[in-house]
């Protein structure tokens, strides 16, 4: 088994027995009276760790069709789409900077605003 560190952005396995936890507060989203949201760090985790995933798939979905098949357009940008929806997923959930308008508008109108 090798030792080498995992990469950045790289969530270990877990064991079965681990999906099986019952739900806590800690691990529950939390809705407050003036409409924020609490994530726990273990949720804010999986759900960016679903983001790269998405991102990761979306990067090998072009080469799975040949260039000179007329689907290979289509697919191309379906691939650009889901990469930029888990691009404002891991924005979302990661950078406080951003606004919800800015985040909207990425959805939306499918920019890349600032």
Wanted: charge should be negative; glycine fraction near 6%; proline fraction near 7%.
């Amino acid at each position: 088994m090798s030792t080498a560190a995992h990469p950045e952005n790289v969530v270990p396995r877990r064991r079965a027995a681990d999906w099986a936890k019952p739900a806590t507060p800690e691990s529950t989203l939390t809705e407050h009276p003036d409409g924020s949201v609490t994530l726990s760090s273990e949720r804010q985790m999986v759900c960016l760790s679903a983001a790269w995933e998405l991102e990761a798939l979306a990067n090998v979905l072009p080469g799975m069709v040949p260039d000179h098949e007329p689907s290979h357009l289509i697919v191309r940008g379906l691939s650009d789409r889901i990469k930029r929806l888990s691009d404002v997923l891991i924005s979302g959930l990661h950078d406080d900077a951003l606004t919800v308008e800015t985040l909207e508008c990425r959805v939306f109108v499918g920019g890349m605003a600032a």
